[in-house]
C-alpha cells in the first residue's frame, strides 16, 4: 500500500506540479470525518517497501449500511473540492467505492473514484489481476512454513497451519505449493482424513498441512479427527496445530508488489491527468495493461472472482507432492 501512496503522489507532483495532494487517514474512517494529511515528495520518500501504510487503516463496517454515513463522505469529498480519490482496498473497499459513485453521479459533483485491489487474500477481480499484497503475505508464509518445517522434521510432527485468505483458497493454496506442503486445504472441499492420514504416514519424518482461514473445522477438530485416524491405523505421528495467519500481513512488501502498486498507482494517475472517469485498475505484472473495469462490476464478486483454484493449478500441485 505504501507503495501505491509514493506512485500516486509523485507521479500527480511531477505531471502536475500546481497540484495538491492530499492522504485520508485511516481509511473510510478518515473520509467520514474529515481527517486528512498533506503529502508531498518528501513525505512518502523511503516507503515502498514498508509494511502496512503510513496513513493508517481501519474497519469501518458501518459504511457498508449507514446511508448517512455514505450521503457524509460523498458530500465530504465534494466539500473539500476533490477531483479525484484513489483506493486501495479489498472487496470492501471497492463495494464502498461503487456506492460512493452512485451518490456522486446522482448529485453532478465533481470527484471520480479510482480503485486497485489491495488483499492478502487475492478475492478481488482476481480474474484480472492479482491483489497487491497478495505475493508480501506468500513471501511471509514461506518463510514461516520454512521454521515450522525445521521443528516438524526434528521431531517427526504432523503440523496442521492456518493460513489467512476469507472465503478464498488462494493465499493457504499457493503459501502450500511454495512451502512444499503435503496438503492445502481449501474452504469448501470435502476433505478425506483417512488419505491425510495414509500421507503422513508415507512421510520419513515431517508432514506439513496447510488450512484455509474459511475452512469450518478448527484446527483443533482437524487435529482431533487425525490423532484418532492415527492410533485406529497405529501411525506414531504427533499433531500440532498452529495460526500463522496475522503474521502474513506484517513485513516488508515484496518486489513483485512494489512493482504493480507503483504501475498501477502511475497509470491510474495518468489518467486522471486526462480526465478520466471512475473506474477499477488491475494488473498481472508491471507494464501489463488492463482496461479499467466500471466499479459497478468490480464490486460485484460473482462476475469478477475465482470462487476457487483453478482445476489446472490443483493438478499441478498434486503432482509436485
Known amino acids: 500500500m505504501n507503495a501505491f501512496v509514493r506512485a500516486v ?3 500527480m507532483l511531477n505531471l502536475s506540479p500546481e497540484s495538491s495532494v492530499w492522504g485520508v ?30 496513513l493508517g487503516t481501519m474497519r469501518f463496517p458501518e459504511l457498508a449500511t449507514n446511508r448517512a454515513l455514505q450521503e457524509r463522505a460523498a458530500r465530504n469529498l465534494e466539500d473539500q473540492g476533490f477531483d479525484y480519490l484513489f483506493v486501495i482496498g479489498g472487496n470492501g473497499s471497492v463495494k464502498a467505492a461503487w456506492t460512493l459513485e452512485q451518490i456522486l453521479r446522482r448529485e453532478g459533483w465533481r470527484t471520480r ?34 521454521w515450522i518445517r525445521d521443528t516438524a522434521s526434528s521431531h517427526r510432527r504432523v503440523y496442521l497451519i492456518r493460513s489467512m485468505g476469507r472465503d478464498s483458497a488462494y493465499l493457504a493454496f499457493y503459501a502450500g505449493i511454495i512451502g512444499g506442503a503435503e496438503y492445502a486445504i481449501r474452504p469448501h472441499e470435502t476433505v478425506d482424513f483417512e488419505r491425510l492420514a495414509e500421507i503422513a504416514a508415507q512421510r520419513d519424518r515431517d508432514t506439513i498441512i496447510v488450512v484455509a482461514e474459511a475452512y469450518p473445522k478448527s484446527l483443533q477438530e482437524i487435529q482431533q479427527l487425525l490423532e484418532e485416524i492415527f492410533r485406529r491405523r497405529g501411525i506414531d505421528r504427533e499433531i500440532r496445530a498452529v495460526d500463522m495467519s496475522y503474521f502474513q500481513r506484517g513485513g516488508k512488501a515484496s518486489v513483485t508488489d512494489i512493482l504493480r502498486a507503483s504501475w498501477l498507482g502511475y497509470r ?54
Not at 31 to 43: A, C, M, P, Q, T
Open 268 to 321: 491510474m494517475v495518468c489518467d486522471a491527468h486526462r480526465g478520466c472517469s471512475s473506474g477499477f485498475y488491475t494488473a498481472y505484472y508491471i507494464g501489463h495493461v488492463q482496461e479499467p473495469l466500471s466499479l459497478e462490476l468490480a464490486a460485484d464478486d460473482t462476475r469478477t472472482s475465482h470462487l476457487d483454484i483453478p482445476q489446472e493449478v490443483i493438478r499441478m500441485s498434486l503432482a509436485l507432492r
Open 9 to 11: 503522489v509523485r507521479t
Open 25 to 54: 487517514l485511516d481509511g473510510w474512517r478518515g473520509l467520514v470525518y474529515n481527517e486528512y494529511r498533506s503529502l508531498g515528495k518528501r513525505d512518502v520518500s523511503g516507503i515502498a517497501a514498508l509494511g502496512g501504510t503510513i
Open 113 to 146: 473514484i479510482l480503485v486497485a485491489a489491495g488483499s492478502i487474500d487475492n478475492d478481488v477481480c482476481n480474474n484480472y489481476g492479482t491483489s497487491i499484497g497478495f505475493y508480501s503475505a506468500l513471501e511471509r508464509s514461506l518463510e514461516m512454513l520454512g
